[in-house]
Each structure stands twice: as structure tokens, then as C-alpha cells.
């Protein structure tokens, strides 16, 4: 009798042990903090010890205890993107405007294919558009403008126009090369394009 309780006394334990090791975008995003600077203390919440980040201030998560939204317009945040965003699987909405993130975006991003909304305009980034976020297949919204971004739009936006979800496409105030058609009309609504105005025939 004890040594069945001993065993699932271990049991009980060995699996409460591999909960806490599994949260891997609690991590992710601990992992992001660490290499922003955040004047505001906006981030205060985001306490890496808990369980899973989904009592952190500006993080939203589904039922299942998984991110769907960070939003951090206008937070005041200084530093990079890191590739570790790539892990939040079931993330929708990627709202990091209006701060002074620099350096490229990490083809990472282009792992995250539930994402609906990519606002990451009014920043620093520079560096090319990976072309890996031409597999964002969910894409309705994708804001670059006003960033220092240079190379040319990756073949892949083309497909989401065309076949995929996007509507609003904004890439205007970058340096970036080539033309976007704004002909296309999707199922239900007409894509908005901006390009930058110095790239348009
Ligand atoms: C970017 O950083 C500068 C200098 O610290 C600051 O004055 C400015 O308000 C910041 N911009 C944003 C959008 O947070
Ligand atoms: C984030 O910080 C770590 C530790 O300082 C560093 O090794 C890494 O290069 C940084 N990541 C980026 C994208 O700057
Ligand atoms: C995430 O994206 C990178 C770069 O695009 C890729 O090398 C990596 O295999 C992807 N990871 C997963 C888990 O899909
Ligand atoms: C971004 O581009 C602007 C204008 O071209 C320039 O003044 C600024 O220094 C650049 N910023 C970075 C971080 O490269
Ligand atoms: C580009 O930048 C200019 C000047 O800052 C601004 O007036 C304009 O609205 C921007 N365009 C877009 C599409 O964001």
C-alpha cells in the first residue's frame, strides 16, 4: 500500500516537474525582455517564474493557456526582435508598433502561421523582409511602413494577396526596391497596398 502511494507520489511529481518545464513561450518572450530596454516598466508583469505568461500584462492567451496577442504599440521599447518569437505557435496578433525596435525582423516570424495581424511600423528594423513571411497563410494585416528596411518584397506576399488572406499591406517609408500592384481584389474585400513612393514607377 505505501509503495503504491510512493509511486504515484512520484508520478504526481515527475509530471508536475515537466509542466513547469514546458513553458516554452513563457520563455520566449522572457528571453525577449531580457534583450529590450523598457523605460516605462511596461514589462514589470512579465515575471518568468510563473507557469505560463498568461497573466502578464499585454499578453492574451486562448483556453489552452497559449499566446494569441502581445500587444505593445507605443510602449517605449528599445532592442530587437529575437528568433525565440517564432515558438508562439498559436499567436494572432504581433502589435510591437510605434517603439524603437531595431535590427532585421528573424525569419522566425515567418514559423508563426496563425498570425492575423503583423504591426511592426514606426520602428528602427532595417535589413531585408525575410521571405519566410511569405508562409504567414493567415495574414490579413501586415504593417512595415516607416521602418529602415531595404532589399525587395519577398515573391511570397504576391501568393497572399492572390490566394491567401491579406488585405492591407502597408511597406511604405522604407528603402525598399520593386513595385506592388494594388489591383488585386481578394474574396471579400480589395487589398490595400502602400508602397514606398520613391520605388513606384
Ligand atoms: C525612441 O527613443 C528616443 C530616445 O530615447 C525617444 O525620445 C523616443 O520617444 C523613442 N520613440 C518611441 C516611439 O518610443
Ligand atoms: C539577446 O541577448 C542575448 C544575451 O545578451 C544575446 O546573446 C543575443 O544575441 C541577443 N539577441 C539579439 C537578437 O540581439
Ligand atoms: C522556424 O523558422 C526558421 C527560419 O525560417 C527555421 O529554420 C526553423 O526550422 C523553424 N522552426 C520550426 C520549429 O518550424
Ligand atoms: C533610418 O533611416 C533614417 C532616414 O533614412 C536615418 O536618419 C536613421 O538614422 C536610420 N536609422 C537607423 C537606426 O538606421
Ligand atoms: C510616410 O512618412 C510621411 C512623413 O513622415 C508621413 O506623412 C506618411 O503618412 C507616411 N506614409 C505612410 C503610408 O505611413
Redesign the pocket.
Known sequence: MASRALVYFLFVSAFAVVTVHCNSEGDALNAWKNNLSDPNGILQSWDPTLVNPCTWKHITCNNENSVTRVDLGSAGLQGPLV?EL??LRNLQYLQVYNNNITGSIP??I??LTNLISLDLYLNQLSGNI?S?LGNLKSLMFLRLNNNNLTGSIPTGFSQLILYGNLRIMNVANNSLAGTVHPTKSTGFVVTTITQDPRAQK
Open positions: 528568433p517564432g515558438v525569419a522566425e515567418g514559423n525575410p519566410s
